[in-house]
């Protein structure tokens, strides 16, 4: 069976965002009797497309980047149903990294143990991959790159698996960060990941 929530992982500027906004255009083309760009597609009827991407504030109503995602969040998850397709964006990335890993483990946990909505979860968060060893119609997939010694080839291409790196350093390194930061920054997350305890505590997380 398909499963109803994919957890989409991958390196920054891979394409992640892009692919969410290609499987809506599809959708909404196939559902209006429109030929889709593919050798062959099975698409089922939804009765809505919810999408969450980019990241905007919004200055007339006083709301921060971060209101602004969780208000849209909030929509998603009171308005949709198991027939709608919801593509979600780096949901919980506009606050401090602990709170945003909660709050996005949490809705994606509900998106697929309450909604059950076709859903498609673009995440740096690569802790969420747990989800798919804990609820079976949860899975992994990512955006792969080819790694070499000195530099990163964006493949473009989405397989089944998660993502266990975002890198970021790279995406900065590409951007033209001097190398003194880019090396300071290799120095930083080394000792982040070797004092980590986020992956230990979703270990022990219980879902009833």
């Given at each position: ?79 949709a149903t198991s027939r709608s397709l919801v ?17 996005a483990w949490a809705v994606a946990e509900y ?79 080394g000792q982040i990941e070797k004092h980590s ?12």
């Amino acid at each position: 069976p398909f499963p109803d929530l994919i957890i989409l992982t991958g390196p920054n500027a891979s394409g992640k965002s892009c692919y969410l906004r290609q499987v809506g255009l599809i959708q909404l083309m196939a559902q209006i009797g429109s030929f889709v760009p593919a050798r062959f597609a099975r698409l089922g009827i939804c009765d809505r497309i919810f999408t969450r991407v980019g990241a905007v504030d919004d200055l007339a109503t006083g709301q921060s980047t971060f209101m602004v995602e969780m208000n849209e969040t909030a929509n998603i998850l009171n308005h949709a149903t198991s027939r709608s397709l919801v593509l979600l964006d780096e949901i919980g990335r506009g606050t401090a990294t602990f709170d945003g890993l909660s709050i996005a483990w949490a809705v994606a946990e509900y998106i697929a143990m309450e909604i059950r909505a076709r859903t498609i979860f673009a995440t740096h968060y690569h802790e969420l991959n747990e989800l798919a060893s804990i609820l079976p119609n949860v899975a992994n997939y990512q955006v792969t790159v080819k790694e070499l010694p000195d530099q990163i080839i964006f493949l473009h291409q989405v397989q089944p698996g998660g993502a266990d790196k975002s890198y970021g350093i790279e995406a900065g390194r590409l951007a033209g960060l001097p190398a003194v930061v880019i090396q300071r920054a290799k120095q930083v997350m080394g000792q982040i990941e070797k004092h980590s305890k986020i992956a230990m505590g979703l270990q022990n997380l219980d879902i009833d």
